[in-house]
Nanobody, 121 residues
Framework: VQLQASGGGLVQDGGSLRLSCAASGRAFSGYASGWFRQAPGKERQFVAAISLTGGSGYYADSVKGRFTITRDNTKNTVYLQMNSLKSEDTAVYYC???????????????WGQGTQVTVSS
C-alpha cells in the first residue's frame, strides 16, 4: 500500500484544515488507518484512528472534540478534519495503514510521507 498525504498548510489559530490520505496498491478497505503527528524535537504521537470499515474511530485526548477522522473506501482515501486549531497542533502529520486498529505506531505497516500543518497564533 502506498499512501500520499496532502492538505496541510498555514492557518490561523482557531481555523480549520482537512487532510487527505490517498492510498494505492492493495485493497485499502482491508486496513485500519491512523493519523500521527510529529512536532520539531518531539516524538511522533497518535492523533486518531479509524477501523477498516469506518464504523469505529478514536482520538487522542488532545484533539477529541476538534478533529474528526473519516474514510471513503470507494475512493481509497482517509480524511482528518481539523477544527479549532491551536498553535500546539503545529506538526508534520502522517497517515498510516495497517492490520491493527491501534494508537501505537508499531501497529501500522504503511506510512505516508507527511504533510506540514502550521498554526499561527
Amino acid at each position: 500500500v502506498q499512501l500520499q498525504a496532502s492538505g496541510g498548510g498555514l492557518v490561523q489559530d482557531g481555523g480549520s484544515l482537512r487532510l487527505s490520505c490517498a492510498a494505492s496498491g492493495r485493497a485499502f478497505s482491508g486496513y485500519a488507518s491512523g493519523w500521527f503527528r510529529q512536532a520539531p524535537g518531539k516524538e511522533r504521537q497518535f492523533v486518531a484512528a479509524i477501523s477498516l470499515t469506518g464504523g469505529s474511530g478514536y482520538y487522542a485526548d488532545s484533539v477529541k472534540g476538534r478533529f474528526t477522522i473519516t474514510r471513503d473506501n470507494t475512493k481509497n482515501t482517509v480524511y482528518l478534519q481539523m477544527n479549532s486549531l491551536k498553535s500546539e497542533d503545529t506538526a508534520v502529520y502522517y497517515c498510516a495503514a495497517g492490520r491493527s486498529f491501534s494508537s501505537r505506531s508499531a501497529g501500522y505497516d504503511y506510512w505516508g510521507q507527511g504533510t506540514q500543518v502550521t498554526v499561527s497564533s
